[in-house]
């Protein structure tokens, strides 16, 4: 046992990671909400605009690297290696090559790479919050840093439609202008470049300054032994109710993940306009982040409660993920469509489905001490992206009508919260932190 002791400079680390997720989630998202635009001046299909979303999952497959990087080599190569990815991903989508075909396979090949940074920016907050904050902010830290990369796909949603105007008129591209469709692509790569200049930043940033870890540990849980990674997945993998809370996270998430990537689709055929489904999208994500951090702030001042909140946050996913669906089936539900109705319910289910996710993590890392956070996280975000590449590799088949999609949603909600509530929950690491140090 020795005291911990916490430095000014954690929230330099947090703010450097977490705008790295913050662009990871921006670029990951740049095409779905501006999906009518990038079909008109790249000559994208509906396949081609659910792949690019789809790269987001697939960059998950080499998760199990990341996390063994991140268990030997520390937090500051693996950003490295992580930015990086992102400068060259982001780089390749701006190459100006005139053949779009050409354009097209550079453009997903930079979504690809952008998407290998997925499983760093998604699994390494419980482990920056741990290595780097005292018990009583662990909650908040992972919090912040897991969330930023939610409000980066959020800002897509609202920069993409503002930036990119939406073709006149109708869907039917070839009764478009050749000038609006230029005008459009301009737009379109303005962006683009923007992102680029915003990732090559944040990489000279990280480069310049972020270290793998402090001079002395902030608790006895940062400076315990840990499993080594061997053992680490042989104790995961034995413990049932990891695995029961693992897929009361990966099934809602994964679903909700693919479910928002391709919100402007899905919100297509019930006429919602471009700019409309951005905002929707904008604030339910936006939602869900400010209510997370609160919700981790409570958890860190009354510990002990993370069950309890899952519980209240997954009631509410499955109540507004029924009235989203039901909604959208007016015509048999009677229920009433309108812009008010939509917006109500799809930033409601955005707040409670985005807002769990620090809570899932602590959970997890509690359940499961000493395995590393990173492995933890890492298992726990790639049974998402599996559920999410799923849905995604259906949609690429079944493109035309989405009404299967949504009532994925309630169903997904449904089962989470049943999983939560014959969890029995164990807090291991804050019982290291609160009784062994004193």
Known sequence: PLS?????????VLLLFSLLGFAQGLVWNSWGPIQNSACLAFGFSSWDIALLVFWGPIGFAPCFFFMWLMDKKG????VLLTSSLMVLGAGLRCVPVSDLEIRKKLIHGGQLLNGL????????APFLSTTWFSPDERATATAIASLLSYLGAAAAFLVGPLVVPPPNGTSYFPLVSQSNTEHIKDRIEAVLYAEFGMVSLIFSAALAYFPSRPPFPPSVAAASQRLSYRRSFCRLLSNFRFLMIALAYAIPLGVFSGWSGILDLILTPVHVSQVDAG??????IVGGCVVGIAMARFADFIRGMLKFILLLLLSGATLASTWFTLTCLSSVTHLPLT?????????????FLNSSVPIFFELF???????PEGITCGVVTFLSNVFMGVLLFF???YHTEFSWFNWCL???CLLSLLLILCFRESYDRLYLDVVVSV
């Open 4 to 12: 911990g002791r916490v430095y000014g400079r954690r929230w330099l």
């Open 75 to 78: 937090l500051r190569v693996t």
């Open 117 to 124: 940074a997925g499983p760093t920016v998604m699994n390494a």
């Open 279 to 284: 905002w929707i999208g904008f604030w339910s």
């Open 339 to 351: 812009t008010a109705t939509l917006y109500t319910s799809c930033i409601l289910l955005g707040i």
């Open 365 to 371: 890392v509690e359940t499961v001490y000493p395995v």
């Open 395 to 397: 949609l690429t088949f």
């Open 410 to 412: 309630p169903g997904s």
